[in-house]
């Protein structure tokens, strides 16, 4: 699938069953658009784009809390 930012982004279902996979691609899909709308980080395979994203809604807190 696409992600927001413009990569790919793949994942195995992990099902042997055609239609268990769907589902599973299913769930996925619906979980990166809830991630999307609630402004997280819609990939979290990597450590690095958690801390990014923990990084910069810190610094938006802190400089709320400035102002």
Known sequence: MKLNTGECHRFSTGAADFEK???SANRE?????FRAENNLPQSTRKFK???EYARDR???DLE???E
Do not use: D, F, I
């Not at 899909?29 to 658009?33: K, R, S």
């Open 21 to 23: 996979a769907k589902e």
């Open 29 to 33: 899909l619906h979980n990166v658009g």
């Open 49 to 51: 784009r958690v801390a």
């Open 58 to 60: 810190m610094q938006t």
């Open 64 to 66: 709320a809390a400035a």
